[in-house]
């Protein structure tokens, strides 16, 4: 066996299941110290009781501890990403790995799970555009398939988290990822599972755009394989690019819009408002408008450069755009794990620290947020009782022994 191996996997199921090594030792009847050295690679011999133990106290088969993480080897992701940053998306997918074997580890604790269809959930059937057509009319094609299924009309999509959630039955989170992957797909093949994750880094409307970009992958059926680009855009990835744009602007929408508030035509304060109203950046609503002929190529050029934020101050409500920021810089796990977790941190399953690291927050603040809520783990069993008669006698034959040794 290779204890060095061991001793990290230890780590970290430990780790998911939110325990502190005192937590851990205590359950597997260890010393801290002997668990120390087991997760540090130390020890020079591991016994199958010592194994059998702790896989008994993290409530795992022992397999888990002497194999590779199952989820992990079985794990799919579809990212977009260069080359280039090939180190930045395997930290990536540490974090998606992280959530998918939280969530499989409430299957092993028999705890509810919202029913998934054939795209991971609810099960949003809409055909497919012919693959004849090129990559804009394929995405625009599905996208407004999808609207016209769930009647969103023209309008903005108001929640468009809780509708891949919802409708698509896929799972979305906000997390703390490196800057160059703004957001990819993770697919646990084997409990059809699929995780869309977003960067907390990024303004509100590029994590909106990521997600629609992502639910288009999951829609047309992009398969799993990471998209690594190096200055090319795949037809995939364009068509998923038009999907996001159509989904959540409709040019029949923007059209109206315009009419509406822009009967000169648009500027710069028309085409920002628009994209509040929206929920898009500026840039969304520029290529939106040229395709309606709104704007030409160069005036839509010229209106380029803007941030969201500079807009949001400049046509009045830069206020909503900086709590807009900072609510969307806050980590948010999938509802469905979070719920599974919280559940069975209340049956006393997993520790807080599990709880915590879900949703990118201190152990102390979230067991004092679960507390307030009235959702606390049931009282630690009875630590088990020390004869101290026979640990003196177990000693006493100890020095004995020595002694004798020394003497001989």
């Known amino acids: 066996m290779n204890l060095e191996e061991i001793g990290r996997r230890v780590a970290l199921e430990r780790s998911h299941a939110g325990m502190t090594q005192r937590d851990l030792a205590a359950r597997a009847e260890l010393s801290q110290p002997t668990l120390h050295r087991i997760e540090a690679g130390e020890r020079s011999a591991l016994t199958a009781a010592e194994l059998d133990r702790l896989a008994v106290a993290l409530d795992v088969p022992l397999t888990r501890l002497t194999r590779a993480n199952p989820v992990g080897k079985r794990m799919r992701v579809a990212a977009r990403a260069g080359r280039s940053a090939a180190e930045d998306l395997s930290v990536a997918t540490r974090k998606a790995e992280d959530i998918l074997t939280l969530d499989d580890r409430m299957d092993a604790f028999a705890l509810r799970s919202e029913h998934r269809g054939d795209v991971g959930g609810a099960g949003l059937t809409c055909e497919l555009p012919p693959e004849s057509l090129t990559a804009e009319d394929q995405g625009r094609g599905l996208a407004r398939a999808v609207r016209g299924k769930l009647e969103l009309g023209l309008g903005p999509v108001a929640n468009l988290a809780e509708f891949a959630e919802s409708v698509v039955g896929v799972d979305t989170a906000v997390v703390d990822l490196p800057h160059r992957v703004s957001g990819f797909t993770a697919t646990d093949p084997d409990r059809n599972v699929i995780l869309v994750l977003v960067n907390s880094a990024d303004v509100p409307e590029r994590q909106r755009f990521t997600l629609a970009h992502e639910l288009g992958h999951v829609l047309f059926g992009d398969g799993s394989d990471a998209h690594l680009l190096d200055g090319e855009r795949t037809h995939a990835e364009m068509r998923c690019d038009a999907f996001a744009r159509h989904l959540l602007l409709p040019e029949p929408g923007l059209a109206r819009w315009m009419r509406e508030n822009a009967p000169a035509g648009p500027g710069l304060k028309e085409c920002a408002l628009a994209a509040h109203h929206y929920e898009v950046s500026l840039r969304v609503v520029l290529i939106q408008c040229r395709r309606l002929g709104l704007l030409t190529d160069d005036a839509a050029k010229s209106l380029e450069g803007p941030t969201g934020r500079q807009?949001?101050?400049?046509?009045?409500?830069?206020?909503?755009?900086?709590?807009?920021?900072?609510?969307?810089?806050?980590?948010?796990?999938?509802?469905?794990?979070?719920?599974?977790?919280?559940?069975?941190?209340?049956?006393?399953?997993?520790g807080v620290r599990a709880v915590a690291a879900l949703q990118g927050s201190e152990p102390n603040a979230t067991a004092l947020e679960l507390a307030d809520a009235g959702i606390t783990p049931p009282p630690p069993p009875s630590p088990k009782r020390i004869d101290v008669s026979t640990l003196i006698a177990r000693r006493a034959g100890h020095r004995e022994r020595r002694d004798g040794d020394a003497w001989e």
């Open 311 to 350: 807009l949001a101050w400049s046509y009045g409500w830069g206020p909503q755009y900086t709590a807009a920021c900072g609510a969307a810089s806050q980590a948010r796990p999938p509802r469905r794990v979070l719920e599974r977790a919280v559940e069975a941190y209340r049956a006393g399953k997993i």
